[in-house]
């Protein structure tokens, strides 16, 4: 709906979050959404910062983070 209202819907990738909470701080749940984060935050072929809109939680950003914690120097 976000996307819709900015007129930029089917311009913006949008993944899906986990199915399920994280079962605890320090245990990342997989998902396309924190899958989605770990690429782009690790592209090599741009300089452009990097933002990270989510509808909800934060799960996908923790998870993504405690997946590969590199990237956290990543975001802006």
């Known amino acids: 709906d976000i996307l819709r209202l900015m007129g930029r819907a089917g ?8 199915d399920r909470k ?3 701080p320090t245990s990342p749940v997989r998902s396309a959404g924190a899958e989605a984060i770990i690429a782009e935050a690790m592209r090599s ?15 996908e950003v923790a998870s993504a983070l405690l997946i590969e914690p590199a990237i956290a120097s990543r975001f802006t």
Not at 45 to 58: E, F, M, Q
């Open 22 to 24: 994280m079962p605890g």
């Open 45 to 59: 072929d741009t300089a452009l910062p990097l933002y990270v809109a989510v509808g909800g939680g934060l799960n």
């Open 11 to 18: 311009k913006v990738p949008v993944h899906a979050g986990a």
